[in-house]
């Protein structure tokens, strides 16, 4: 039996997908599936697998993702080589006029948790938007209209350093734009701060007021004053506005142990990825301190710079050894014993 092909429809602009979601399903002679049909299944993943593998399915599907949904989680199991799906696209609509807005919002959607009935997960909608944006195979921004050509320019540009790879085009109402479709692969996990730290950083389209800039520094985080620079030295804006930095770190607080960093708008968080102790010989090290990448508007590299090495430990915390650091004040959530070993 062949693979249910699948156009995938998600973002944070409800109408605007909406209707791009009946467009290309009218134009393909594609079903669609609607939004507010997954929301009727505990998972809109498992469903969306369901639909397209009915033996009724012709031309597949065109299916209109809602906002809670994971795109990572998507990808993972709609493009499995060995499942019963083949995604053909993954488009992202994005509101030009509100993006960067949309970048710094504080708030959390809200879902039943599927694993553990009774429970709600609870996801930075800002997180959820950029992880939208950097997994697309294809980013359509609509309501650009209002914008004037520098702003629209910076949004692009932007657009195009969170994911070089993404195919980005202006909405018309009348464009046709199916020829954009390609069955979906693994280049197209093409997260910009992923391409930078591996050296494959090439945005197609760039603007004075967009840059990215790599932080590498051997020494560990002091956790009280990097709490300091983020509260006080980046939410200023004294280091210009950014949008999205992600990549590896070590606190010293937490000897032996490298950290995912995943901060977009006013949301941060530090997760384990691997602890020293468990590597085997032949095992990469991830990162020996700090490799982090910054993507914002109007970046000032050496305030950013100096106000990271501002938190790293001083030449005297650094003799004083890893026993010593232990005492040190740490704010930052507490990783649990049963995080040891996680990915994320």
Not at 162 to 172: E, K, Q, Y
Not at 252 to 272: E, K, L
Not at 273 to 291: K, M, S
Not at 332 to 339: G, I, M, S, T
Request: aromatic fraction near 6%; hydrophobic fraction near 45%.
């Amino acid at each position: 039996m062949s693979a249910g092909e699948i156009i995938a429809i998600i973002g944070a602009c409800e109408p605007e997908r909406a209707s791009l979601a009946r467009r290309w399903a009218q134009r393909s002679g594609r079903l669609l599936v609607t939004a507010r049909r997954l929301d009727g299944y505990p998972s809109a993943i498992d469903a969306a697998v369901t639909l397209a593998s009915h033996p009724s399915i012709q031309k597949g599907l065109v299916i209109e993702f809602p906002s809670h949904v994971s795109v990572t989680d998507l990808i993972g199991t709609l493009a499995d080589p060995d499942g019963p799906t083949r995604l053909m696209a993954v488009a992202c609509v994005a509101d030009a006029a509100h993006l960067v807005s949309d970048l710094q919002r504080d708030d959390y959607v809200s879902q039943a948790s599927a694993e553990h009935p009774g429970e709600m997960n609870h996801t930075a909608r800002a997180l959820l938007t950029v992880t939208q944006l950097e997994f697309a195979s294809t980013v359509i921004l609509v309501n650009w209209a209002s914008l004037d050509t520098p702003d629209l320019s910076t949004v692009m540009a932007l657009v195009s350093h969170l994911n070089p790879h993404a195919r980005l085009r202006l909405d018309h109402p009348e464009a046709h734009l199916m020829p954009l479709l390609h069955a979906h692969s693994p280049v197209h996990a093409g997260a910009g701060w992923v391409k930078m730290l591996n050296g494959t950083f090439d945005p197609h389209m760039t603007d004075p007021r967009v840059s990215a800039v790599r932080y590498e520094q051997a020494r560990p985080f002091h956790p009280k004053r990097l709490q300091g620079v983020l509260n006080e030295r980046f939410d200023s804006g004294e280091c210009g506005t950014i949008v999205r930095s992600s990549g590896f770190c070590r606190l010293a607080t937490r000897p032996g142990i490298t950290a995912h960093w995943n901060h977009v708008g006013t949301m941060i968080s530090f997760s384990p990825l691997a602890h020293d102790d468990e590597r085997h010989p032949d095992d990469e090290l991830l990162a020996l301190g700090q490799d982090l990448i910054f993507i914002g508007l109007d970046l000032k590299t050496e305030a950013l710079i100096a106000a990271l090495d501002d938190a790293v430990l001083t030449d005297g915390e650094l003799l004083a050894g890893p026993q010593a650091w232990l005492a040190f004040a740490d704010p930052f959530p507490v990783w649990h014993p049963a995080a040891r070993g996680a990915e994320g």
